[in-house]
């Protein structure tokens, strides 16, 4: 079974709720957030734009599941940038309950596959947080490798905070 699909506006109730029971879960990883964007409205809108600038060819919005088939994250490479670039930018979360089960492990693998054969991107990056020792290793396991850090790189948590870069490159 595959650990992903792309996601459909669908998927706002459900995507929801995952959010608002992993909203402690998941705060010292992301943006800080309002209230307004745990709602079903706020994620109907979020998923329609990420399905845009997919029809567009800037970004895989994708859906993380379960081996049942439940919803349980995301996945997305962003800032997809063809030219001479043809490259973007890999960002995921899974639930608590589903962390430490390689999920998200399997998640990025089948998503650098699919940016390495269906969407011919030469390269994909990823950031984390320096103290996001599990994030790293996720990377790690699907060949990527660090190449910078970068201070104040994101706001996270309502703070400028380091990022250490990583890149895997088609391939390798």
């Known amino acids: 079974m595959s650990s992903t699909r792309l996601v459909s506006v669908d998927d706002a109730p459900l995507l929801a709720e995952r959010l608002r029971e992993n909203r402690d879960f998941l705060a010292p990883w992301v943006p800080a957030r309002t209230d307004d964007f745990f709602t079903v409205a706020a994620q109907r809108d979020l998923l329609e734009k990420a399905l845009r600038a997919h029809s567009e060819g800037t970004m895989l919005p994708l859906a993380i599941l379960d081996g049942a088939g439940a919803l349980v994250g995301r996945i997305d490479i962003s800032g997809i940038t063809r030219g001479a670039f043809q490259s973007g930018s890999v960002g995921y979360w899974v ?31 990823a950031e984390t947080l320096a103290h996001n020792t599990a994030s790293q290793r996720v990377l790690r396991r699907n060949g990527f490798i660090p190449y910078g850090i970068a201070p104040q790189y994101l706001r996270i948590a309502g703070e400028w905070q380091e990022h250490i870069l990583y890149q895997v490159l088609n391939g390798e």
Do not use: C, M, P
């Open 95 to 125: 639930s608590e309950s589903h962390n430490g089960r390689g999920i998200a492990t399997e998640a990025v693998s089948e998503t650098k596959e699919i940016a390495f054969t269906e969407l011919g991107l030469h390269r994909l990056q």
